[in-house]
């Protein structure tokens, strides 16, 4: 009997062999792909069960980690919820992490590569690990101000320091309380997910960000450096400006806002045309100028369809396919296929501010360890330069006269020059129009370049818009020591 | 099989005195309780941060089962294989460890205390008390045979008790394989296993001749002639019956493998194989087409991601400890073992691997195939046929059921209800297997006992009854 017993004695070592093959192949192989399945709840708990970073503005916490009875060690807490929930986001249980909670997680659970050591360390002295921390580029007034104003539309204001592309502001309404959907009791956060879903507009998407709407006469920032940089215009170039405009090869007449006359001689200055926002003057530039040249200076001023990590993921912003001069007349007035986030249109304006050279910008200012030594600080980093300083000079010089003269009286704020541009778009039919308002201050000293947006205002950008940004850019001169 | 008589085991003659290596076997057991000690501190100060006051009575008691197994083995099988007790001391070690981290857990959930840990405990030193009394009892293995059809008897009443017990007292989880009376639940198929084996073996040596040697060649194989292919149809439907009645999947292919591995091994005819499974690929057709349970498992085996909120949440969730244990493991108990459904008894493989690792589960297997295929030595070296037989079974019996429960547990196979040997939470299973391994060390003994020892071994205790028995 020894024969098959021996044979019997190899097959079990070929069994054990499988066993042993097949667990390689579990715990080595597919180790990554079970870790991370949405439903494996252990690398939550785990987080859950170490004390999470917290996200910090001018000093205050406004997302924070604190100890619990429960088996999930710690509560998120945002104790100015609302105010800040487009940017934070929220930490839940049962969606994940969301914004800057999502786009910096491995920072604030403390698995980032930064912290490597640290956790080293803290093995060896028994410390209980901890998440770091994101300390936000935010400026509390500006963010707070813009929430303020934005009450009761749909809307979103986003804020930058046009010399380095660091972010003062990022609001977008309706808001929500990201502290009910991160909560330890399931049930009450569905209910509360379930509220979110059956409004009309979902809070948890940031506008000023994740989505994109047509810019409307904010463009013609960009198709007035398009002319400038040509070489063949200077902002007292005389261009046309007839009261209607029929698009070439079709029999579409563009009329001017309430259809209106731009000049009484059909021709005007391209620094009145801003000024007053001529819809015919522009359509007609934009044709004269080209789709290459609009298309290139809209590319260079971010406008290329690809989305930023600032470290939130956005939208992209583009010009959208222009098939004919008639399609090229509609989008040099941000009509058409145009789409621009709101953090896109203050790109714009931050660059015009900032000399023409446009900073990319970005949300997190500093990631400290949790013993608040700052283990990586933001270097502000050169995005593209879409015009030369002197086109920057003379666009400035326009944008300064649309506050001073035309559209943007509204964001005049007393003591500082404001330039400005604002917009207007059509949605379509029956359905109220979008409001703009980009711009940056002191004129001649930039310190800060915003864009608001109101989302189906029903007003113009100038008397629904404008008047935001000054409150903001008020705001922010205030807490500068101006 | 080489010279001397070959019904004696104890014919052989060295010429140089055999060692018992008894000596080896206290530093191994020493090392076993050792390794459990330390895992049950880093448990407790890792899940509580500090050391449970019961530790040192825990202790005191889990190396004292050990200490009294080993004076009894040096004492009643002083030349018995000495890596048998120690692989079973760290396997039921590291069961305990696991049950109690897992109490822990459940503590923190629902503040129960108590836990199974304790009672687990107390099972092991009911099993060791099976393992003395097996010793005690049986000073020679081959009395066994004697009983064969008695134990036939009786593990057949055990395997089909259950069956025509009412549901309220033998149904749990939808197996019907349970005992339960007076808050004790106890799962008798463990006990029948062995009982069948020990039938298997002595029938099987009987007969073997017959089935072996009246055959016809057909196509370069031995076919058995029509009528004596009896046994395995039996055994087969035996095996069927058991899937029917009981909802018992895991006994089922486990009576149905050991009976046929045993049956070749009996009469060296691999044709007995190809038989077995051709009639298992049958049985397991059938099943499948006519059982409901049996697709399910089938179907979730096959796609457990399909079915992880329903039928295969216990694989996925298995699957997901694995996965996130890795390599080194999140550490005796730093994972959360607990989020897997029964983790103390059929998934206590899948526990062991989230905190101990790839390597730690490993190194479970490996303990496992040390304690495999020392038995299928002592199989090897042991002289008389039933002997052979019964150690080779036994030794199978524990490497098939581990196979069954780890591949179910890893998504090998599909899931059974069989339990982890020596190392899953659950009486019956624990003693029962105390009682195998007795009976190799029993027939390890023999296998490896000189004809006259050197030194008369303490004549005081009498060794002289066992002298008397002859087969």
Redesign the interface.
């Known amino acids: 009997?020894?024969?098959?017993?021996?044979r019997?004695?190899i097959s079990?070592?070929v069994?054990?062999t499988?066993?042993?093959v097949?667990?390689?192949y579990?715990?080595?192989v597919?180790?990554?792909?079970?870790?991370e399945?949405s439903?494996?709840?252990?690398?939550l708990?785990?987080e859950y069960s170490r004390e999470r970073g917290s996200i910090v503005v001018d000093g205050t916490e406004v997302a924070l980690s604190t100890p619990t009875d429960d088996?999930l060690e710690y509560l998120r807490e945002y104790p100015q919820g609302p105010v800040y929930a487009p940017v934070t986001g929220y930490y839940s249980l049962l969606y994940g992490g969301w914004q800057v909670e999502r786009a910096e997680n491995d920072v604030l659970a403390g698995s980032d590569d930064r912290l490597a050591l640290r956790r080293l360390a803290d093995l060896f002295t028994g410390r209980d690990p901890a998440g770091g921390d994101v300390v936000l580029t935010l400026d509390a007034a500006v963010q707070e101000t813009a929430m303020a104003q934005l009450d009761g539309v749909t809307g979103a204001v986003v804020a930058l320091d046009p010399a380095t592309g660091a972010v003062l502001g990022m609001a977008s309404t309706p808001t929500y309380d990201p502290a009910q959907l991160s909560s330890h009791d399931p049930a009450a956060i569905r209910a509360y997910a379930a509220e979110l879903d059956a409004m009309d507009t979902d809070p948890r998407l940031n506008r000023a960000v994740q989505d994109n709407y047509p810019p409307g006469s904010v463009f013609k920032v960009i198709v007035s450096a398009a002319a400038l940089a040509s070489g063949g215009y200077t902002p007292d170039t005389v261009i046309p400006a007839p009261d209607t405009l029929t698009l070439p090869g079709t029999s579409t007449q563009l009329r001017n806002f309430g259809n209106s006359s731009c000049s009484s001689s059909q021709e005007q200055s391209l620094i009145d045309a801003l000024t007053i926002s001529c819809n015919t003057a522009f359509a007609q530039l934009g044709i004269d100028l080209g789709e290459d040249a609009v298309r290139e200076m809209a590319e260079g001023f971010g406008m290329t369809g690809e989305p930023l990590e600032i470290p939130i993921e956005t939208a992209g912003s583009s010009v959208g396919d222009i098939e004919s001069e008639a399609a090229l007349g509609q989008s040099s007035i941000g009509q058409r296929d145009v789409r621009m986030t709101p953090l896109q249109a203050a790109m714009v304006a931050a660059a015009v501010g900032n000399d023409g050279t446009l900073m990319t910008p970005y949300l997190v200012d500093q990631v400290r360890a949790p013993d608040l030594t700052v283990i990586d600080r933001a270097d502000p980093e050169e995005l593209s330069e879409p015009v030369t300083p002197e086109v920057a000079d003379q666009l400035q010089e326009m944008m300064e006269s649309v506050v001073a003269n035309g559209s943007g009286r509204a964001a005049r704020v007393p003591g500082v020059t404001v330039a400005g541009k604002t917009g207007t778009a059509q949605v379509a039919e029956d359905v109220p129009d979008h409001n703009w308002f980009i711009g940056f201050a002191p004129a001649d000293d930039p310190q800060i370049a915003v864009a608001v947006f109101v989302a189906n205002g029903g007003g113009t950008g100038g008397d629904t818009s404008a008047p935001i940004a000054r409150q903001v850019i008020e705001a922010y001169l205030e807490g500068q020591g101006g | 099989?080489t010279a001397g008589p070959s019904t004696d085991p104890r014919a052989a003659a060295p010429s140089t005195p055999t060692p018992t290596r008894r000596n080896t076997e206290l530093a191994l057991l020493g090392f076993a309780v050792l390794i459990t000690l330390a895992a049950q501190s880093i448990v407790d100060l890792t899940v509580t941060g500090s050391l449970r006051a019961e530790l040192a009575g825990f202790g005191a008691w889990f190396a004292g089962i050990w200490a009294v197994l080993h004076l009894v083995v040096r004492t009643l099988a002083p030349y018995a294989d000495p890596l048998l007790l120690p692989a079973v001391a760290l396997l039921s070690g590291l069961g305990l460890t696991m049950i109690h981290r897992l109490d822990l857990a459940d503590e923190?959930?629902d503040g129960a205390s108590g836990g199974d840990a304790p009672v687990q405990l107390l099972w092991a030193t009911v099993g060791a008390g099976l393992f003395i009394a097996v010793l005690v009892i049986l000073r020679d293995h081959r009395l066994l045979a004697r009983f064969a059809y008695t134990l036939a008897l009786v593990g057949l009443v055990l395997l089909a008790l259950p069956a025509v017990l009412p549901a309220s007292v033998s149904e749990v989880y939808g197996a019907k394989i349970w005992i339960r009376v007076a808050g004790f639940s106890i799962q008798p198929g463990e006990f029948a296993k062995i009982c069948l084996i020990v039938f298997f073996a002595s029938y099987l040596v009987d007969k073997r001749d017959v089935l072996a040697l009246a055959s016809r060649r057909v196509m370069g194989l031995e076919i058995p002639r029509a009528r004596d292919l009896g046994p395995v149809l039996v055994a087969w439907a035996l095996s069927i019956l058991v899937l029917v009645f009981e909802r018992d999947l895991g006994s089922s292919l486990l009576l149905f493998g050991i009976f046929v591995?045993m049956l070749?091994?009996?009469t060296?005819r691999s044709s007995w194989l190809l038989i077995g499974l051709g009639l298992f690929a049958a049985g397991a057709f059938i099943a499948y087409q006519l059982f409901g349970h049996v697709r399910v498992r089938v179907d979730t085996w096959l796609d457990p991601f399909a079915y992880?909120d329903e039928g295969g949440y216990q694989l996925?969730q298995s699957?997901?400890?694995?996965?996130?244990?890795?390599?080194f493991g999140a550490g005796l108990g730093g994972?959360?073992p607990d989020?897997v459904p029964v983790a103390k008894s059929d998934f206590i493989a899948a526990a062991l691997?989230e905190e101990l690792?790839?390597f730690g589960?490993?190194a479970l297997?490996v303990v496992?195939?040390i304690l495999?295929?020392r038995g299928?030595?002592t199989?090897?070296v042991v002289r008389d046929?039933f002997g052979?037989?019964l150690a080779?079974g036994l030794?199978?019996a524990v490497?098939?059921q581990?196979?069954v429960v780890?591949?179910g547990v890893?998504?090998?196979l599909p899931l059974t209800g069989l339990t982890t040997p020596f190392v899953a939470y659950g009486g019956s299973s624990l003693v029962a297997n105390f009682g195998l391994v007795a009976i190799l060390v029993r027939i390890s003994d023999a296998a490896r006992r000189p004809a006259a020892p050197p030194a008369p071994p303490k004549p005081a205790i009498g060794e002289a009854p066992t002298e008397v028995v002859t087969p």
Not at chain 1, 39 to 43: M, S
Not at chain 2, 319 to 327: A, D, E, N
């Open positions: 009997m020894n024969a098959p017993l021996r019997v004695a079990v070592l069994l054990f499988l066993l042993i097949n667990v390689n579990i715990q080595v597919r180790s990554d792909e079970l870790r399945d439903g494996n709840t252990r690398v708990t785990e088996t | 099989m923190q959930v591995v070749y091994v009996a060296e992880r996925v699957l997901f400890g694995l996965g996130t244990g890795g390599l994972g959360r989020q691997g690792g790839l589960l490993v297997i496992y195939l495999v295929e299928l030595r199989s090897l046929a052979k037989l080779g030794a199978f490497a098939w581990l196979f780890l591949g890893t998504g090998l």
